[in-house]
């Protein structure tokens, strides 16, 4: 079983929704947790990360942790063409381990 | 703008060749990283390095070999190319004081060995 699961998609919803995007994973030691967006032909960038539990706002992105459910989550409001992408979670315990990747959720935009 | 950069972006070769795929940061980080990343599959680490002269493999069986003689480049170079090694490689940096190990990738590098 892999340490971190996402689901590939692709998800396709109409420009304006709310998109969810989410991971499970399984090792309870994980404290940060990533959200890296990756265009066609590029390398990932990061879009924002949390420590430990909670939410964490920035525009019309949110990430949410919920470490008793070892789920986390995505909401990208008002979406747009251009948030068509493919999204990365990534998480690990700290700066000395190596981030353990989630496949990516490819994410379409449709106009 | 990319203070990352990689080359070549794509690259078309035959089995048996040598190859180097450069990366280098303008970002001063100690920590540099090679992935690789193949369609629907999540990135897998192959080499790492926390600094000069230090160099690590990862968690993926690597037939490349990688070098990090100054802070700011860290090539990555595979010795005979076979079929198997196509792929996409992506280099990282990070800043080592981060607790949060936030990466900063190149655009990759798009191997083809035919």
């Known amino acids: 079983q892999k340490e971190v699961e996402q689901d590939p998609g692709p998800l396709s919803v109409p420009e304006g929704a709310i998109v969810s995007l989410n991971c499970t994973y399984s090792?309870?030691?994980?404290?940060?947790f990533m959200w890296y967006r990756q265009y066609s032909r590029k390398g990932p960038e990061l879009l924002m990360y949390t420590y430990s539990s909670g939410n964490k706002e920035d525009g019309r992105f949110t990430a949410q942790v919920d470490k008793s459910s070892k789920y986390i989550s995505l909401f990208i409001r008002d979406s747009q063409p251009s948030d068509s992408a493919t999204y990365l979670c990534a998480m690990s315990q700290d700066s000395n381990y190596q981030l353990i990747w989630g496949a990516g959720t490819k994410l379409i935009i449709k106009p | 703008e990319a203070d990352i950069y990689q080359t070549p972006r794509y690259l078309v070769i035959g089995t048996g060749k040598k190859i180097t795929l450069e990366c280098s940061q303008t970002?001063?980080?100690?920590?540099m990283y090679w992935y690789q990343q193949d369609p629907g599959m999540e990135l897998h680490l192959i080499h790492y390095s926390y600094g000069v002269n230090s160099t690590e493999k990862g968690d993926l069986s690597s037939e490349s070999t990688v070098s990090r003689i100054r802070t700011e480049h860290f090539p990555l170079t595979l010795e005979s190319a076979r079929p198997s090694h196509t792929s996409q490689y992506l280099c990282a940096s990070s800043d080592a004081g981060s607790g949060a190990n936030v990466l900063t990738f190149g655009a990759g590098s798009r191997l083809t060995v035919l």
């Open positions: 970002m001063g980080h100690d920590k």
């Open positions: 090792n309870s030691a994980f404290q940060y």
